[in-house]
T-cell receptor
Framework: NAGVTQTPKFQVLKTGQSMTLQCAQD?????MSWYRQDPGMGLRLIHY???????DQGEVPNGYNVSRSTTEDFPLRLLSAAPSQTSVYFC????????????FGSGTRLTVV | GQQVMQIPQYQHVQEGEDFTTYCNSS?????IQWYKQRPGGHPVFLIQ?????EVKKQKRLTFQFGEAKKNSSLHITATQTTDVGTYFC????????????FGQGTILTVHP
C-alpha cells in the first residue's frame, strides 16, 4: 500500500515552460486535491475532485489545469510556468466524508526561474 | 470560501512546558480537522471534530471544539522535542468534508 505518490520530488522550470505534476493513490479514495504551500501562507487549495470525471476550482486555480480520468490519478498541469508558481505542491486524497482526514503525498518542490 | 484564523503564528517553548494553538471562525463550522507537519515533511492528519463541545484526547494532545462550533483548540501537555512542527487546523467548505480550507498554521519550536 503506497498511499499517495507524487512525482517528481524536485523540479526546476524556466518561465513559460509547461509541465505536469503527477499524483497517484492506491487507496480507492474518491476525493483528491492539490494544495500549494508558500512560507507564511499555509496550504492553499488549487483544484479538487470528488471522483473520476469531476473536478472543481479551489482558492488559487489560475495557471493550473487538472483532469481526473481515473479514480487513482489526478495530475496537475502548469500551462506556462511563472516565478509566482515557485512553491511546494502537495496532493492529497481521502474517502468521501471520511473521519480519517486527508492522506498527503510527500510533495513536489517546484522552482520557476 | 470558508475562512479560519489560527493563532499564534509562532510559539517557542521550553521542553516540558504546555502549548496551545487556536482556530477561530466567524461562521458556524460543520467540522474541523487538525494536521501536523514536521519540518521538511508533509501534513499528517491528527483528528476530526464534528460535535458541539467535543473534546478528544490523544496521549498528551487535547482537542476541543467550541460550543458554538466557531472555534477550536489544540493543547499539548508537557511538550517534547518530537512535538516540533507546524500545526494546522482545516475546515470544510459547505457540507462536504473534502474541500478543506487550512488555517495559516502555528509553528512550534521546543527548546531542550
Amino acid at each position: 500500500n503506497a498511499g499517495v505518490t507524487q512525482t517528481p520530488k524536485f523540479q526546476v522550470l524556466k518561465t513559460g515552460q509547461s509541465m505536469t505534476l503527477q499524483c497517484a493513490q492506491d487507496m480507492n479514495h474518491e476525493y483528491m486535491s492539490w494544495y500549494r504551500q508558500d512560507p507564511g501562507m499555509g496550504l492553499r487549495l488549487i483544484h479538487y475532485s470528488v471522483g473520476a470525471g469531476i473536478t472543481d476550482q479551489g482558492e488559487v486555480p489560475n495557471g493550473y489545469n487538472v483532469s481526473r480520468s481515473t479514480t487513482e490519478d489526478f495530475p496537475l498541469r502548469l500551462l506556462s510556468a511563472a516565478p509566482s508558481q515557485t512553491s511546494v505542491y502537495f496532493c492529497a486524497s481521502m474517502f468521501w466524508d471520511s473521519p480519517d482526514g486527508y492522506t498527503f503525498g510527500s510533495g513536489t518542490r517546484l522552482t520557476v526561474v | 470560501g470558508q475562512q479560519v484564523m489560527q493563532i499564534p503564528q509562532y510559539q517557542h517553548v521550553q521542553e516540558g512546558e504546555d502549548f496551545t494553538t487556536y482556530c477561530n471562525s466567524s461562521t458556524t463550522l460543520s467540522n474541523i480537522q487538525w494536521y501536523k507537519q514536521r519540518p521538511g515533511g508533509h501534513p499528517v492528519f491528527l483528528i476530526q471534530l464534528v460535535k458541539s463541545g467535543e473534546v478528544k484526547k490523544q496521549k498528551r494532545l487535547t482537542f476541543q471544539f467550541g460550543e458554538a462550533k466557531k472555534n477550536s483548540s489544540l493543547h499539548i501537555t508537557a511538550t517534547q522535542t518530537t512535538d516540533v512542527g507546524t500545526y494546522f487546523c482545516a475546515v470544510a467548505g459547505g457540507t462536504s468534508y473534502g474541500k478543506l480550507t487550512f488555517g495559516q498554521g502555528t509553528i512550534l519550536t521546543v527548546h531542550p
